[in-house]
């Protein structure tokens, strides 16, 4: 496997950790890239990837949007993540979650896991059979806990909403379109709030099932994957994976705001620049993504409860609006801007 120096997502990562168990299957990567704020807290993605680089690719980027991601949400947590590389079965046993949970326990609590692509509650179950550096574990009534998707479901609604009243001038989503691209747990939870307030939907899988699932749901419409990101809309929501907005995808985008759950979004820095030439207002997605790992961080730390998760998933917008507000007075794109932010809070302006 390739590693790490040299590629253009490491950015002085402080560990890069690889792991195999050949009795479980395991093959995974934690990437920590900083602890300035506290133990480095990411959930863990399990997926299948045509490459072995990718997968460390993947863990680089996502690490280091865990440490914006933490940083912007004002929680005392640095940044990480582990991808654990799925065969093309994604054969998952609790024999591979076991060995898993051993690896992030030998890290002292330099990493804190949950859940991300691929990984439920049931699994951080078996995880936390090996370790106590885990989140995202079941929740009583009233409790914090659980799945953090419905959690991470509401900021990106409130970020949507926020957007739409800065781009504009809207108060409300009533009559307004759109196009949301996944139909997972996230995603769900973002067509469900839209359309309780009167959104129109157009919703694309690559799981023709689950859009139509999803669709059926929300009372909209499936379009293809191919169609999503050029469909005429006033909101795009990439609630899917990432790198989906790039120097050939930008031109052909008919939306005057982008906000949605997905993680890094953006192909490269790049892009936030050329989306601002276009004038798509753009919700950086780590900033908007924040309310699953606000949840996680709240039940890991036992500082609060549900109201307090609410509370602090609630100042969501106003970090946008922040964000928003410095773009127009400088002439910077809104990513930029957040980067920058972020990028001080952990000591590396």
Not at 34 to 55: C, I, M, V
Not at 71 to 92: C, N, Q
Not at 122 to 133: C, K, L, N, Q, Y
Not at 197 to 208: F, M
């Amino acid at each position: 496997m390739t590693t790490p120096w040299g590629l253009p997502d490491f950015d002085d990562h402080e560990a890069v950790h690889f792991f195999t168990d050949h009795k479980s299957g395991l093959k995974a990567i934690i990437a920590v890239h900083s602890t300035h704020l506290g133990p480095a807290a990411g959930g863990a993605r399990f997926w299948h990837y045509a490459k072995d680089e990718e997968a460390l690719v993947d863990a680089l980027r996502l690490s280091r949007g865990m440490s914006y991601k933490n940083a912007m949400a004002g929680l005392p947590l640095g940044g990480g993540k582990s991808v654990i590389l799925a065969d093309e079965e994604r054969t998952k046993s609790p024999e591979l979650l076991h060995a898993f949970g051993k690896e992030v326990d030998k890290l002292g609590g330099r990493y804190i896991t949950a859940e991300d692509v691929g990984m439920s509650v049931t699994d951080m179950i078996e995880v936390a059979r090996s370790t106590g550096f885990v989140a995202g574990l079941p929740n009583s009534a009233g409790d914090v806990g659980g799945d953090p998707g419905p959690h991470t479901a509401l900021g990106v609604f409130l970020g949507i909403k926020a957007a739409v009243k800065w781009a504009l001038g809207k108060d409300s989503l009533n009559g307004l379109h759109i196009a949301l691209q996944g139909a997972g747990s996230v995603a769900t939870g973002v067509a469900l709030h839209a359309c309780a307030e009167g959104a129109r939907l157009s919703i694309a899988d690559i799981d023709h099932a689950k859009a139509k699932k999803l669709a059926d749901r929300a009372g909209g419409k499936v379009v293809s994957p191919e169609e999503i990101l050029s469909i005429e809309a006033d909101v795009l929501s990439p609630c899917a994976l990432g790198a989906i907005l790039d120097e050939s995808t930008i031109p052909d985008l008919k939306v005057p705001v982008v906000a949605g759950a997905a993680n890094n979004q953006l192909a490269t820095p790049e892009d936030g620049e050329r989306l601002l030439a276009r004038q798509i207002l753009y919700a950086p997605d780590y900033v908007i993504n924040a309310g699953g790992i606000i949840n996680v961080c709240t039940e890991y730390l036992g500082d609060g409860d549900a109201s307090l998760v609410r509370h602090r998933i609630e100042g969501i917008p106003r970090r946008l609006e922040q964000i928003w507000a410095e773009g127009s007075e400088t002439g910077t794109d809104p990513a930029s801007v957040a980067d920058a932010m972020a990028q001080r809070l952990i000591g590396r302006a």
